[in-house]
């Protein structure tokens, strides 16, 4: 039994050893695999579990000289932590899935799960005390970077277990993110020579059945469809309908035109 305290086990995994090698922008993908995992809350008194991943990538630019290891490790847990909100800080993009198993002074369990970026594990209770975190294959959003710019990315996973009362037989295990191929981190991601199409004002849902022809069109030259417009809203609302229908291979630019602009991304005018 264990009364007042924290235990803690984090794993994080760093590099800054990504570089779109493209001579235009290109869309960035993270893709890692779960291996599964669980959590057991057998009995506790005013106690949380809390399992959390965050993934997050900061652009930084051309940059040549990389930086000691020291802080490297604090600028990958920096860039796990703030990409881990799924885009709402300039600069950083990726995901994150937070999982809370919390108990009263009486024992009554609540549970948390909070979603940001689209990974979701999906973690389920499969009886009275264990929850599950089922084998899966995880692909995430890192953004548009030009050319010759540097990806910093880190995988930040971490349980807790803070005790206000008293617990046992409180538990977690996991294995850390891989990739089917090898190295864990060097591997797992892509870059990709973005295709775009703009986002008519009107509305998003005519723009579906255009991007199916869009979607096998990209699939076909090996490359992603990219969807923008002018202020993130409306590519943003059609990304989020295009993957409800099945459309995985589709993101959109955040930062809009501008952001496409700002990194040297090509552009045709309509004839």
């Known amino acids: 039994m264990f009364s007042r305290g924290t235990l803690f086990s984090r ?12 001579g235009q922008a290109a ?15 057998s009995f506790s008194r005013d106690a949380r579990l809390i399992f959390s991943l965050l993934v997050g990538a900061e652009h930084v630019g051309v940059t040549g000289e990389e930086p000691d290891e020291g802080p490297l490790l604090t600028s990958g847990a920096l ?8 885009g709402f800080f300039d600069g950083f993009f990726g ?15 609540s549970i948390v799960e909070e979603i940001a970026g689209g990974l979701d594990l999906g973690i389920t209770q499969i009886n009275g005390t264990e929850f ?13 970077v030009g050319p010759g710019e540097r990806l910093l ?42 295709t ?26 090996g490359k992603r469809l990219v969807f923008y417009c002018a202020y993130v809203e409306r590519s943003a609302m ?22 496409w602009k700002k990194v040297d991304g090509p552009e045709e005018s309509a004839s």
């Open 153 to 194: 990315l880190g995988y930040d996973l971490a349980v807790r277990i803070l005790v206000d009362g008293v617990t046992e037989g409180t538990f977690a295990s996991f294995s850390d993110p891989f990739v089917l191929d090898g190295d864990p981190i060097r591997t797992s991601v892509t870059f990709t020579e973005a």
């Open 238 to 259: 059609a990304v989020q309908t295009a993957l409800e229908t099945g459309l995985r291979n589709s993101c959109h630019i955040k930062g809009g035109l501008d952001a």
């Open 27 to 41: 869309a960035v993908t993270s893709n890692f695999i779960i291996d599964g995992g669980l959590l057991v809350d």
């Open 79 to 86: 860039a796990a932590g703030l990409g881990g909100a799924g």
């Open 132 to 144: 599950e975190i089922p084998f899966s294959l995880q692909s995430l959003d890192l953004g548009i």
């Open 95 to 109: 995901g994150s899935y937070i999982f809370i198993i919390e108990t009263d002074s009486v024992g009554t369990r």
């Open 11 to 22: 794993v994080l995994i760093v590099s800054d050893e990504f570089v779109n090698p493209f």
């Open 196 to 221: 775009t199409t703009a986002v008519p004002e009107p509305g998003t849902l005519p723009l579906l059945s255009a991007a199916l022809l869009l979607l096998g069109l990209a699939v076909a030259n």
